[in-house]
Structures are given as structure tokens and as C-alpha cells.
């Protein structure tokens, strides 16, 4: 009986490990690739600077990096749920999104600014009253957007969407992350980004609330990552200083 029984015991230890293994074997990643230089299509494959730092991460942590690209404002929502690990998609720290999911220390300082056309007469954030803006749906620029003054907001799946709204004439502004907009202004030569920026932001890795080892891990090698050199490795990769 006894020996039935520690039969029984290890088969079904055997099977929880299985279980566990194949669970923690692959780290998922929540993105929208429609934000370069962050996350963004070359070819087939998916590239950028948070893809990178999500694979320093999972290798850190012996896992396999799976990307799932989706919907920017579907991202928080699959963290919480626990189909995706990781939402790492330049995704700003705010109060709101905190009240749903934990961020991981901060990998980047940003701003939302204001991409216009080279003839525009908007030159601050003051003059946005009364124009019509686009944004990427839930972004900080939305929320950023729908708060001015009597302004008409045009909400676009991709920010790219909305920058080719722009250059065909359909809106006024753009309000959309720095680093997309320099790389989106540098393709036209018809655009600008306005000279004074509209607010500090800082990006972090979005993590399930319940999952404070999963945090802590991250956070971990995030700390690595920056104490090595390896961070700042990454983002010379794709930003170069000089524009
Ligand atoms: N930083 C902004 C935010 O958190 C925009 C991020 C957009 N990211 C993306 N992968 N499309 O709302």
C-alpha cells in the first residue's frame, strides 16, 4: 500500500512539473508593433528596442521570448488577464493603468509632442484649442488630446494612421510619443514636430498585479541591463544622438 501510494505521489509530481515547466517555459510579450524605433515590422519579423530588452529579459530568466502584436489599447487588458507576462510597448507609467496592473522601474524617459505640417500656425500646446488632433487609440496622447479645449479628436488604430492624416490635410496635429515622431517626420519632409513638448513621461513594463515574483524578476533584469551597459547598448542601436 505504501508503495502504491509513493507511486502515486511522484506520478503526480511528475505531472505538475511537467505542467509548471511548460507554463514558465516561454515569456510572453503583449506589444503593438506600429511604434518605431520601439516595437515595429521589418519584413516578416518583429524588431525594435523593447523587443530586445524583452529578450535580454526572458534570457535572463532562461525563457523563450514569444511576441504577441495586438491592438495598443488590448495590451493592459491581456496582462491582467494573464494571457500574455509582459506588456512592453513603451507603455507610460500612469495612475489609471496602475489601478489595473504593476509597472516595472522605468527603462526610458519620453514626451508626447506635437507633430504638425512645415506651414502650421500651431507653435505651443496652447494654440491645439479648437483644432482637430489624432492620436492612437488609449495612448497618453489620447488621453493628453481629449482634455484641450473644444478640440475635435480623431482616434486612428496605428499612430502612423494618423500622421498620413496629417499629410493629406484631413487634420491639424498630431499628438503622438518623441521618439515614433522623429522617425515619422524624418520619411516627410512636409512635417515638423513643434519645439516646445507637451509632457515627461517615463516607460515601463507593464506586469499582473498578483505576479510580484514575475516583478521582481523583471526588475531584476532590468537593473542588470542597465548596470552592464547592455540597456544603453540597445537604444544607441536604434537612436542615434544626433536626431
Ligand atoms: N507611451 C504611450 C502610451 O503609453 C504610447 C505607447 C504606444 N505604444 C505602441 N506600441 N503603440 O500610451
Same mark, same amino acid.
Given at each position: 500500500m505504501k508503495k502504491v501510494l509513493c507511486l502515486a505521489a511522484s506520478v503526480l509530481m511528475m505531472v505538475s512539473l511537467v505542467a509548471c515547466t511548460s507554463k514558465t517555459d516561454e515569456l510572453v510579450m503583449a506589444t503593438?508593433?506600429?511604434? &518605431? &524605433?520601439?516595437e515595429y515590422h521589418q519584413g516578416d519579423k518583429i524588431v525594435g528596442i523593447d523587443v530586445e530588452i524583452c529578450q535580454a529579459i526572458a534570457d535572463e530568466m532562461g525563457r523563450k521570448l514569444v511576441i504577441e502584436d495586438m491592438g495598443f489599447d488590448s495590451i493592459i487588458t491581456s496582462v491582467y488577464t494573464g494571457k500574455a507576462d509582459l506588456g512592453v510597448a513603451g507603455l507610460t507609467i500612469t495612475e489609471d493603468r496602475l489601478k489595473n496592473i504593476n509597472f516595472s522601474t522605468p527603462y526610458a524617459k519620453a514626451t508626447q509632442v506635437i507633430i504638425v505640417s512645415e $506651414? *502650421? +500656425?500651431?507653435? *505651443? &500646446? $496652447? +494654440?491645439?484649442?479648437g483644432k482637430t488632433i489624432g492620436v492612437q487609440t488609449g495612448t497618453t496622447g489620447d488621453v493628453y488630446a481629449a482634455d484641450i479645449e473644444k478640440v475635435k479628436l480623431e482616434r486612428y488604430n496605428k499612430g502612423f494612421e494618423a500622421v498620413q492624416a496629417l499629410t493629406q490635410g484631413k487634420i491639424d496635429a498630431v499628438i503622438i510619443d518623441n521618439e515614433p515622431a522623429k522617425v515619422y517626420v524624418s520619411q516627410n519632409d512636409e512635417l515638423k514636430i513643434v519645439d516646445e513638448a507637451f509632457t515627461e513621461e517615463e516607460y515601463a513594463i507593464a506586469v499582473a498585479k498578483e505576479n510580484d515574483e514575475l516583478l521582481n524578476e523583471v526588475n531584476s533584469a532590468i537593473a542588470k541591463l542597465k548596470e552592464s551597459g547592455k540597456l544603453d547598448e540597445i537604444v544607441n542601436k536604434y537612436i542615434s544622438a544626433d536626431n
Open positions: 503593438n508593433a506600429e511604434f &518605431p &524605433p520601439y $506651414d *502650421s +500656425d500651431i507653435k *505651443s &500646446p $496652447d +494654440d491645439l484649442v
